[in-house]
Nanobody, 116 residues
């Protein structure tokens, strides 16, 4: 079992920045993928960014050039630096951790609201 815990959400004006953090505890020795998804009201959950094996990254087209994902393997923490935020980035952001057997674990979510 892995327990991801997110932090760092909040209210920010358009053009602003936020950094999300997700710390994983539990059976952390077998972590394979760490990533972020988001879900806006009335929409499906979508991949924002993930990092595979500690170095290979993937981003949704809508966030490329604005968001950066990184991982601290010592702290078992994944970060999402979000710059140039837009109102359409408003959503609940969820951390996902995938372990070696491809079991996926989800955090409880953190709200990001981009509004003036």
């Amino acid at each position: 079992q892995v327990q991801p815990v997110e932090s760092g959400g909040g209210l920010v004006q358009p053009g602003g920045s936020l950094r999300l953090s997700c710390a994983a505890s539990g059976s952390i020795f077998s972590i394979y993928i760490m990533g972020w998804y988001r879900q806006a009201p009335g929409k499906q959950r979508e991949l924002v960014a993930n990092i595979i094996g500690g170095s290979s990254t993937n981003y949704a087209d809508s966030v490329k050039g604005r968001f950066t994902i990184s991982r601290d393997n010592v702290k078992n923490t994944v970060y999402l630096q979000m710059n140039s935020l837009k109102p359409e980035d408003t959503a609940t952001y969820y951390c996902q951790v995938v372990v070696a057997d491809l079991s996926a674990y989800w955090g409880q979510g953190t709200q990001v609201t981009v509004s003036s």
